[in-house]
């Protein structure tokens, strides 16, 4: 059985741009006509779940300041640390979160409050089998006037509609592309990393759309930036021979232990750093276009081409992308 969640430490104060989704919820909740029933849905990585825990020191912070908790009250740091009594949190370790984990919160959810509130928090609320997600209706229908429960999912549509239909769905924004940018310069700075150019950085931000917590776990997993996956993906385009793209996705992705859409984010994403790094010094096969036209047609048949790769039409090196996309003065290093 999935065991409420007392290891993780949260620290809502390191995350990046959601101060406005903040300040949004802290005036809905001070006005006290939040919903019961919140879930909060959104991109992988933009911080939903420390924004949950937010939401927990709010509703119990005996020192709020401007509506926002303080952070530093014996209940804040309780949240935080994942130890106060009122706070019980589903933080699956596994692929899906069962019956048995439901009602392990519902039982926290059924005990006597030391302040006023029980609250349950769901990270990855679309793990649940239907059979837990029935379960959780039996709370979502008529939850006990002292219940609050915070849902947090970047898949909602895996969820089912009986328990959607139950909750506030709050859509939280990925973070402003430049807050992202420059918080990601100071985290390469911070690690060590090698200097990468600008345009370099932000092709990543966009790849993996604005997105700090798939910047930061992209970055942990590899032992410098060339590294890992997406240093395997540029030596396959680099071999002299055409590779099929599908067919080693396929094998990348066991080898990594990673999904196969990844991996070919990852093909993309080297595509693109081809054509970032000929552009401006080779010449280009679009007769009288204007600069602007030239680079908004070359992108899109790169994007064409990736979409090709991706669907096993065409097999891919570096040298056919180059030739493709009218680099004719392309040449392998």
């Not at 979502?140 to 849902?151: F, G, H, K």
């Amino acid at each position: 059985m999935e065991a409420l969640s007392h290891k993780h430490h949260w620290n809502w104060n390191q995350t990046v741009g959601l101060h406005r989704v903040m300040t949004d919820l802290g005036r809905v909740m001070s006005s006290g006509r939040l919903h019961p029933i919140v879930l909060l849905e959104g991109l992988e990585g933009i911080g939903k779940r420390h924004l949950a825990m937010w939401m927990s020191a709010q509703m119990t912070c005996l020192q709020l300041q401007e509506r926002l908790p303080c952070g530093n009250c014996a209940n804040c740091r309780g949240v935080m640390g994942g130890f106060h009594p009122d706070v019980a949190v589903l933080n699956p370790e596994s692929e899906t979160i069962k019956t048995a984990d439901v009602e392990t919160l519902q039982e926290h959810f059924m005990m006597m409050s030391s302040e006023g509130l029980r609250i349950g928090v769901i990270m990855n609320a679309d793990r649940m089998t239907i059979e837990a997600s029935n379960r959780l209706l039996k709370t979502l229908e008529e939850p006990p006037e002292q219940v609050r429960v915070i849902l947090t999912s970047s898949r909602p549509l895996l969820i089912p509609a009986t328990v959607l239909g139950r909750c506030l769905r709050w859509r939280v924004k990925p973070p402003e592309k430049e807050l992202v940018t420059d918080w990601f310069k100071s985290l390469l700075h911070q690690s060590g990393r090698a200097a990468i150019d600008d345009d370099s950085v932000n092709h990543w931000v966009l790849r993996l759309r604005h997105s700090p917590g798939l910047l930061k776990r992209e970055l942990d997993d590899s032992t410098d930036h060339y590294s890992g996956i997406s240093g395997d993906v540029a030596q396959l385009l680099a071999a002299q021979n055409p590779v099929d793209v599908t067919r080693s996705a396929a094998n990348l992705a066991r080898v990594h232990k990673a999904k196969v859409p990844d991996i070919l984010s990852a093909v993309e994403w080297e595509l693109n750093k081809i054509y970032r790094a000929r552009l401006k010094s080779c010449s280009m096969a679009f007769g009288n276009l204007s600069e602007n036209g030239r680079r908004a047609a070359q992108r899109r048949l790169l994007h064409d081409i990736r979409m090709q790769a991706v669907l096993g039409k065409v097999t891919l090196n570096a040298q056919l992308v180059a030739e493709s996309i009218g680099l004719s003065e392309w040449r392998r290093d």
